[in-house]
T-cell receptor
Framework: AQSVAQPEDQVNVAEGNPLTVKCTYS??????LFWYVQYPNRGLQFLLK??????LVKGSYGFEAEFNKSQTSFHLKKPSALVSDSALYFC??????????FGTGTKLQVIP | GAGVSQSPSNKVTEKGKDVELRCDPI?????LYWYRQSLGQGLEFLIY????????KSGLPSDRFSAERTGGSVSTLTIQRTQQEDSAVYLC?????????????????FGQGTRLTVV
């Protein structure tokens, strides 16, 4: 069975500092990997995905994620955090055209 | 439509009553998901429909919960004899779950959710 782990319930980072939100996965075959963001009182928005190709994927709002096959990780990163980045972030995986499985979410708090 | 549409956006019901939540997925999307999210918490998977395959009901918390998807499009989540612990935001998502124009499109797109309050 496929699974996603987001080991940190919450990440705090100072505004202007780089941020990383961690995600590891387990899936049979080649993974399709996703990041979503949920701002307070809003629905989930798709940020970026990895299907194949370059290991560094760029997405919306200046976010990027790095696929690491050997470590089965897909960490979300941003070079310089903004207060407006404060939100709940979800990592997700699917094995091909299968059901997408979501992680438990990481709350990102950017401190002014 | 342009996005996933859920109705109603808010529902307050009395304990013991039945409720129906509706989801209109993006046109042409073959996969449809229902999730439940308590305030500020993670996503709890409920059920997954993919094309004509038997739905994955492994996340339904009890037999009071059921869902159907008619004609491969609109889905209805029904909660019978609601309990206070059923109070949550119920999210629907849909996905193309396939390849179009040479590109893989499996990401799920979410509706705004139905906030259910059982009093």
């Amino acid at each position: 069975a496929q699974s996603v782990a987001q080991p940190e319930d919450q990440v705090n980072v100072a505004e202007g500092n780089p941020l990383t939100v961690k995600c590891t996965y387990s899936v049979s075959g080649n993974p399709y990997l996703f990041w979503y963001v949920q701002y307070p009182n809003r629905g989930l928005q798709f940020l970026l995905k990895y299907i194949t190709g370059d290991n560094l994927v760029k997405g919306s709002y200046g976010f990027e994620a790095e696929f690491n096959k050997s470590q089965t990780s897909f960490h979300l990163k941003k070079p310089s955090a903004l207060v407006s980045d404060s939100a709940l972030y979800f990592c997700a995986v699917s094995g091909g055209y299968q059901k997408v499985t979501f992680g438990t979410g990481t709350k990102l708090q950017v401190i002014p | 439509g342009a996005g996933v549409s859920q109705s109603p956006s808010n529902k307050v019901t009395e304990k013991g009553k039945d409720v129906e939540l509706r989801c209109d997925p993006i046109s042409g999307h073959t996969a449809l998901y229902w999730y439940r999210q308590s305030l500020g918490q993670g996503l709890e998977f409920l059920i997954y429909f993919q094309g004509n395959s038997a739905p994955d009901k492994s996340g339904l918390p009890s037999d009071r919960f059921s869902a159907e998807r008619t004609g491969g499009s609109v889905s209805t989540l029904t909660i019978q004899r609601t309990q206070q612990e059923d109070s949550a935001v119920y999210l629907c998502a849909s996905s193309l779950a396939g390849r179009t124009g040479g590109k893989v499109n499996t990401e799920a797109f979410f509706g705004q959710g139905t906030r259910l309050t059982v009093v």
